[in-house]
């Protein structure tokens, strides 16, 4: 019998791979927790056993297999690296389609486990209260939260999205995470103590709720039952659902003259029912940031609504404000040579941007390019989110640090991270590479050349693993 000492997915998925490797069976292994919480994300012995154990690895895993088993680790059940093992080896060595028969003892377990898990980080994103710490550093929002399950790595990068320009941290008994505007920072779990009082912030609370409070949305009933009792009895706005529901019709109204303020974003806007039709027919009409004053139009994305590959730039430029349509000016040139370099069709392909209107400056005689800031790309985010969820992508690709920051992580970098498959709240194999406009703005025709064949080598990557995907095989 081998024992192994197990704490994360990454830890799991080196030693699964190795044993796997030797044929090792289920019945001959056996995987325990660590006792002691000291090492527990030692990211540095992760890295390393992963490696060692991808340098040498031929096994193929099924994505949707790994996807399932990175949100399972978190769970508690001290049984989970045990179970993911045995449904690893009975996929690859006896039953590829085993994750369909759900009647499955195993199958139905981890489902169970995975439901958990999600529901868990669901919970986490709507329950976690921030107060306001003032100290010498300046203004710090901290929140306690006790998760059921070990999710706060798969459920912290919603809050870096949602807040990205304020100091935050979340404390749970696992472990901390900082947010300092630009990454996200793991350390020691804490104990409740370690979490501010109450204080003032009750009041700040209150009042966002009473703001963004929107009274025809409300089910107390739903509410209620969702949350459970040790969440509600910390829920400031709890009280105050009895007044808010008597002054209903005044904030109605209020909300409706305050559309056009500054707290907006694309989700006043969105279709009630999400289809294609209703969804560009609203995206015309979109008022959720200031861009639309300047702008020609929307662009909204364009290709097949069944599209297995979903690309995201950054937002139309000057020849697409125009036209209306995504990608047809300078840069769109540049990335239908190197999709064609990369053996791909871009009329399979379904082409947006994580901005839908232009942002420009004005000089003599031209209109020049601005970034969108994050906030802009953020109030943009709901049209995008609500395209990948109507098409469902295998491979979604971010062209640029702009896609790739509203959809992986605010502080992601090209040039650090492109060419990774990673999994993302979109798409299960998500990658980032460069935009075709930073061929266009390389200063010689050499970096030129070297930025373009990074660009086609990551395309070519997107092709080998939509045939993985087809084939139902990953390595
Ligand atoms: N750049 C982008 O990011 N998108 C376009 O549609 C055109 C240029
Ligand atoms: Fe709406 Fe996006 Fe245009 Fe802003 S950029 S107005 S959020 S479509």
Request: net charge neutral; aromatic share 8%.
């Amino acid at each position: 019998m081998q024992t192994y000492t197990v704490e994360t997915f990454e830890e799991w998925r080196g030693i699964a791979r190795q044993l796997l490797r030797s044929r090792v069976s289920p019945g001959d292994v056996c995987f325990h927790e660590q006792s002691s919480q000291g090492s527990l994300f030692d990211a540095a012995q992760e890295e390393q056993s992963v490696a060692a154990a991808e340098a040498t690895t031929v096994i193929s895993v099924p994505p949707k297999f790994l996807n399932l088993a990175r949100v399972v680790a978190c769970h508690r059940d001290p049984d989970r690296f045990q179970l993911l093992y045995r449904l690893l080896w009975r996929l690859t060595t006896l039953d590829s389609r085993l994750l369909e028969v759900h009647t499955d003892d195993d199958v139905y377990q981890v489902r169970r486990m995975e439901k958990a898990v999600r529901r868990d980080i669901h919970k986490m994103h709507a329950f976690v209260r921030f107060r306001k710490v003032i100290s010498e550093e300046g203004e710090q929002f901290i929140a306690w939260h006790r998760p059921d399950h070990r999710i706060v790595r798969l459920a912290v990068p919603f809050f870096a999205r949602r807040f990205p320009a304020m100091n935050w941290a979340i404390l749970t008994p696992d472990e901390s995470v900082v947010w300092n505007q630009t990454e996200l920072v793991y350390g020691p779990g804490c104990s409740q103590r370690d979490a501010p009082a109450p204080d003032e912030l009750e009041d700040l609370w209150r009042t966002y709720y009473g703001a963004i409070f929107n009274p025809a949305r409300i089910k107390l009933k739903a509410m209620v039952r969702e949350m459970p009792l040790r969440h509600w009895k910390t829920l400031p706005e709890t009280e105050i659902i009895q007044e808010l529901l008597d002054d209903a019709p005044r904030r109605v109204a209020e909300m409706i003259a305050r559309q056009e303020g500054h707290a907006r974003s694309a989700a006043d806007h969105l279709p009630a029912e999400l289809t294609w039709d209703a969804l560009r027919d609203a995206a015309v009409i979109c008022r959720g940031c200031d861009l639309y004053r300047d702008a020609t139009q929307t662009v909204f994305g364009e290709g097949p609504t069944d599209a297995r590959i979903v690309l995201v730039g950054e937002q139309p430029g000057d020849s697409e404000d125009i036209a209306g349509r995504p990608f047809v000016g300078p840069a769109g040139d540049v990335l239908n040579d190197a999709l064609a370099q990369a053996g791909l069709n871009r009329a399979e392909i379904y082409v947006t941007n994580a901005v839908k209107h232009f942002k420009f400056e004005r000089s003599e005689t031209r209109r020049l390019h601005q970034k969108p800031s994050a906030r802009e790309a953020s109030a943009c985010r709901p049209w995008i989110e609500a395209e990948l969820k109507l098409i469902k992508p295998d491979i979604l690709v971010c062209l640029g640090a702009t896609a790739a920051q509203s959809l992986i992580a605010p502080g992601f970098s090209i040039t650090r991270q492109r060419g990774e498959f990673l999994p993302s709240d979109w798409c299960g194999s998500t990658i980032a590479t460069y935009h075709p406009s930073a061929i266009l703005r390389s200063p010689t025709p050499a970096q030129r050349q070297a930025t373009l064949s990074l660009l086609v080598d990551d395309l070519v990557r997107v092709r080998a693993r939509l045939n993985e995907i087809t084939h139902g095989t990953v390595s």
